[in-house]
C-alpha cells in the first residue's frame, strides 16, 4: 500500500524543522510552560510531558507546593490544570488557594466570616451586605474575584480509596472535553496509595512511577506526582532516589534547611530542592522558603 504521505529524508525535512525552531524560541525562552517559579522554570527548561515526582518528608509541605505549582502553571500559560487528592479534601486545597492569594492565614479562612468578625474587633452579627464586612474578608472576596479567570480552568477530584490508574485516566480525558482544552497540567498528591496495599513504600515506587510515565506519554501531558519520603532515604542523600526509580523524567527531592530555618520565624520552615534527575535541563539545587499559615512557597536567590 502507498505512504499516505511521502517519506522524506532528515536532510529534506532540515529547512522546515529549523522554521519550527526558530519560531518557538521567538514566543519564549524556554521549552515548557512557565512554573511562576523563576529559577525552577528555567533549570526544568519548563514544564513539558511526562513524568515529575516529587519527594520529601511528612509536613514539608509537598502537597502546598504542588497546588501553588498547578495555579501558577494555570495562570500563567492559559492551559487547564487537575489536582487528583488521594488524602486532603477539596476544602483543604481550596483554603490554601485562597490563604496563598489573599494573605490570610488558613485557620481564619477556616473558621469562617463570623470568626474573622469577631476577632477583628467587630461584634458578632448576621451581615447581609458584602460592605459590612471588615476589611479582611473583603481582602479574601477580592482574591478570589481577581483569580476567577484562571481557577476556571482548575479542578480538584477528590479520589475514593480505591480509584486506580484507569479511573484518573479516565477523568483527565472528560476534563479535558469540559474545559475545552487539550493541554493539561495533572497533579496528583499521595500516588503511593496507587499501588497495591500489599506491597511495601520501596517495592510500589519502581511500578506506580512506570505506569504514571507511560501515563504521560500516551496521554501527552505533563504529570506531577508527590511521593512520601518515609524514611527509606535519609534527608542527606537525595540523588539515591534516582537508583531505586528509573521511570520518571524529573526527579525532584524536597529537604528541609535547618540551618536556614533557624534564621526564619517559626513556623516558617527553609526548604531546599535537590533536581537529582532532569532529562530536559539542568541539576542541581533551589532554595525556596515555605509559609505554612498562607500555604506560599517562596523562591530564595542564593543557598
Given at each position: 500500500m502507498p505512504a499516505k504521505y511521502p517519506i522524506q529524508s532528515e536532510g529534506e525535512q532540515l529547512e522546515s524543522f529549523l522554521d519550527d525552531l526558530e519560531r518557538d524560541h521567538a514566543v519564549k525562552e524556554i521549552a515548557g510552560w512557565e512554573t511562576g517559579f523563576t529559577n525552577l522554570s528555567r533549570?526544568?527548561?519548563?514544564?513539558?510531558?511526562?513524568?515529575?515526582?516529587?519527594?520529601?518528608?511528612?509536613?514539608?509541605?509537598?502537597?502546598?507546593?504542588?497546588?501553588?505549582?498547578?495555579?501558577?502553571?494555570?495562570?500563567?500559560?492559559?492551559?487547564?490544570?487537575?489536582?487528583?487528592?488521594?488524602?486532603?479534601?477539596?476544602?483543604?486545597?481550596?483554603?490554601?488557594?485562597?490563604?496563598?492569594?489573599s494573605g490570610l492565614e488558613s485557620r481564619e479562612i477556616r473558621r469562617g466570616s463570623a470568626y474573622l468578625l469577631h476577632w477583628y474587633g467587630v461584634p458578632k452579627a448576621h451581615y447581609g451586605d458584602f460592605e459590612q464586612l471588615p476589611p479582611s474578608w473583603e481582602k479574601l472576596k477580592k482574591a478570589a474575584k481577581d483569580a476567577k479567570s484562571?481557577?476556571?480552568?482548575?479542578?480538584?477530584?477528590?479520589?475514593?480509596?480505591?480509584?486506580?490508574?484507569?479511573?484518573?485516566?479516565?477523568?483527565?480525558?472528560?476534563?479535558?472535553?469540559?474545559?475545552?482544552?487539550?493541554?493539561?497540567?495533572?497533579?496528583?498528591?499521595?500516588?503511593?496509595?496507587?499501588?497495591?496495599?500489599?506491597?511495601?513504600?520501596?517495592?510500589?515506587?519502581?511500578?506506580?512511577?512506570?505506569?504514571?510515565?507511560?501515563?504521560?506519554?500516551?496521554?501527552?501531558?505533563?504529570?506531577?506526582?508527590?511521593?512520601?519520603?518515609?524514611?527509606e532515604i535519609v534527608e542527606s542523600q537525595p540523588q539515591a532516589w534516582t537508583e531505586k526509580v528509573a521511570s520518571p523524567d524529573v526527579i525532584l527531592v524536597l529537604e528541609k534547611d535547618l540551618g536556614r530555618t533557624q534564621k526564619l520565624t517559626e513556623p516558617n520552615q527553609a526548604l531546599t530542592l535537590h533536581i537529582v534527575k532532569n532529562r530536559g535541563g539542568e541539576k542541581g539545587k533551589l532554595a525556596f522558603d515555605f509559609y505554612p499559615a498562607v500555604s506560599k512557597f517562596m523562591e530564595v536567590e542564593s543557598l
Open positions: 533549570a526544568l527548561d519548563g514544564i513539558l510531558p511526562g513524568l515529575y515526582l516529587l519527594i520529601g518528608p511528612p509536613a514539608c509541605g509537598k502537597t502546598s507546593l504542588a497546588k501553588q505549582l498547578l495555579d501558577q502553571v494555570a495562570m500563567h500559560n492559559g492551559v487547564a490544570g487537575v489536582f487528583f487528592t488521594l488524602a486532603e479534601t477539596a476544602k483543604e486545597l481550596r483554603i490554601k488557594t485562597l490563604a496563598r492569594l484562571w481557577l476556571d480552568l482548575t479542578y480538584i477530584v477528590e479520589c475514593k480509596a480505591n480509584t486506580d490508574l484507569r479511573e484518573i485516566e479516565k477523568s483527565i480525558g472528560e476534563l479535558r472535553a469540559a474545559a475545552n482544552r487539550e493541554k493539561i497540567f495533572v497533579v496528583i498528591d499521595d500516588c503511593q496509595r496507587l499501588g497495591r496495599r500489599d506491597q511495601a513504600l520501596a517495592d510500589r515506587l519502581p511500578i506506580v512511577a512506570e505506569e504514571l510515565q507511560e501515563m504521560g506519554v500516551n496521554l501527552k501531558t505533563p504529570i506531577f506526582a508527590i511521593w512520601p519520603n518515609l524514611g
